[in-house]
């Protein structure tokens, strides 16, 4: 029967090492999916900014074309 037990312990540990393998991978694809979403928010915030800057400045000379 001990060798029974021991066969299932070192299954145990095995199932373990896989498991703190996968949750180590799964943290690491988390904080890349983060990363890659704070990324693409920033490059969205820049490219509303240049948005606004560039209606700003096109009604600026719209203005000032017409005398205002």
């Known amino acids: 029967m001990s060798r029974c037990a021991s066969s299932v312990t070192q299954k ?5 090492d896989i ?3 996968y949750t180590q991978e799964f ?3 988390i ?3 983060n990363s890659m979403r704070e990324h ?7 490219r509303d ?9 096109s ?7 017409v005398g205002f």
């Not at 145990?12 to 373990?16: C, D, Q, T, Y």
């Not at 900014?49 to 400045?57: H, N, V």
């Not at 009604?59 to 074309?65: D, F, L, N, S």
């Open 12 to 16: 145990l540990a095995r199932h373990r």
């Open 19 to 21: 498991l703190h393998e």
């Open 27 to 29: 943290r690491r694809i």
């Open 31 to 33: 904080g890349n999916i």
């Open 40 to 46: 693409a928010e920033l490059l969205s915030s820049v």
């Open 49 to 57: 900014d240049i948005s606004e800057y560039k209606a700003s400045g």
């Open 59 to 65: 009604m600026y000379h719209h203005v000032a074309a």
